[in-house]
């Protein structure tokens, strides 16, 4: 059972560019997240689905979207990428609406020069 | 603003001590509070949580230690050893089965031999 893959691993991008993070879970669950990672903040949430079909918006949304055409994926697209959306991204699961453990990919290093 | 706020950023601890990382939370409808473990280059996974009916949790040497009225919680790692040296984080959820996580700014431990 693989969990949660994310791809690329890590991606060197130009300002202005169009970039989609792939996340793929074989756990079933319902819900899935996207978090970015930067040093003294914290992982904060960008956009979330709690059932596929169901997209909202979480802290620091701007500059992203995501789409849930099924259960196991769950992309998010960088229409225009912009310096300060550098970072690591995470993706995540868990089920919904029981809460609780929610389970983490390996992450994407972006870097957007 | 930061509802979850962690502390120590940093932390030394010689092997066999007590590591005690400390949050603090605004929001009283908060009623989930995890604590994620995070190893270089992979993704945050759970390491211990709690929900506010009780004041203590232990699980091996890890403890939580819960104070609902201080709005506040901890963990401690006994005996701390090498392999314990990661990034902690500590987080918080909002009951009414919203299933989103507010993470903390994080602590990175590291444990001398």
């Known amino acids: 059972i693989a969990g949660i893959t994310q791809a690329p691993t890590s991606q060197i991008l130009a300002a202005g560019r169009r970039m989609t993070l792939r996340c793929t879970q074989d756990m079933r669950h319902n819900a899935m997240y996207w978090y970015r990672q930067d040093l003294g903040l914290g992982l904060r949430l960008i956009h979330y689905s709690n059932t596929a079909g169901t997209t909202g918006k979480g802290e620091v949304p701007d500059g992203y979207s995501v789409s849930r055409a099924n259960t196991d994926d769950f992309p998010l697209t960088l229409a225009s990428a912009v310096p300060s959306q550098t970072s690591v991204y995470f993706c995540?699961?868990?089920?919904?609406?029981?809460?609780?453990?929610?389970?983490f990919g390996p992450g994407t290093r972006l870097t957007v020069l | 603003q930061q509802q979850v706020k962690q502390s120590p950023q940093s932390l030394i601890v010689q092997k066999g001590g007590i590591s005690i990382i400390n949050c603090a939370y605004e929001n009283t409808a908060f009623d989930y509070f995890p604590w994620y473990q995070q190893f270089p280059g992979k993704g945050p996974a759970l390491l211990i949580a709690?929900?506010?009916?009780?004041s203590e949790k232990k699980e091996g040497r890890f403890t939580i230690s819960f104070n609902k009225s201080a709005k506040q919680f901890s963990l401690h790692i006994m005996d701390s050893q090498p392999g314990d040296s990661a990034t902690y984080f500590c987080a918080a959820e909002r009951g009414g089965a919203t299933n989103k996580l507010i993470f903390g700014t994080g602590t990175l431990l590291a444990v001398q031999p």
């Open positions: 709690i929900r506010p009916d009780v």
């Open positions: 995540a699961s868990s089920d919904y609406p029981s809460g609780g453990e929610q389970f």
